[in-house]
């Protein structure tokens, strides 16, 4: 149950994240927004560390296979793609057509086992779950 509210809050702070850095960008430019998001975000996670953790930083390297660690490069790239998509579709329609691209890829890595992930099989009610909110975006559009 602590799963479900974790995602909860994880969704919620991001959709706040991501209004805020396109308020940022509005003040400078897309690429110095997100590099004072990701230089923050680097201030927390060595203060958590500080104060919670303290194993060897240089364990991080020991993960196989090494394209693993390209997670900080993504992560800018969303901030970027996040910023782009809510300063021209607003927060709530680039939030949703965040969350089933999330969804949609989610599923297809499990589906055939990407990236060390467990292999899952194919079931309607997940791909009915999909259907289910791409037409929640059709309806939301909807005019």
Same mark, same amino acid.
Do not use: H
């Given at each position: 149950?602590?799963g479900?509210? %974790? ?10 994240? !991501?209004?805020f850095?396109? @308020? ?5 430019? %897309?690429?110095?927004?997100?590099a #004072?998001? @990701? #230089? ?10 500080? #104060? ?18 390209? !997670? !900080? +490069?993504? !992560?800018?790239? %969303? ?13 709530? *329609? ?6 089933? +691209? @999330?969804? +949609?890829?989610?599923?297809l ?10 292999? @899952?099989?194919?079931?309607?009610? *997940?791909?009915?779950g ?11 559009k909807?005019?």
């Amino acid at each position: 149950m602590i799963g479900f509210f %974790i995602a909860l809050i994880s969704g919620a702070l991001m959709s706040v994240q !991501g209004v805020f850095n396109t @308020q940022v960008t509005k003040s400078s430019t %897309i690429w110095t927004a997100n590099a #004072f998001v @990701q #230089f923050t975000a680097l201030l927390v996670c060595l203060g958590a560390w500080l #104060f919670t953790d303290r194993s060897s930083p240089t364990q991080v390297f020991q993960v196989q296979p090494k394209y693993m660690l390209l !997670g !900080g +490069a993504i !992560g800018a790239f %969303i901030t970027y793609t996040v910023i782009k998509s809510m300063d021209s579709l607003g927060p709530a *329609k680039a939030v949703m057509l965040i969350v089933v +691209a @999330q969804l +949609a890829v989610a599923y297809l890595i499990e589906l055939f086992g990407w990236f060390g992930v467990e292999k @899952q099989p194919w079931e309607w009610r *997940k791909a009915l779950g999909m259907a289910v909110a791409i037409a929640g975006i059709v309806i939301f559009k909807w005019k």
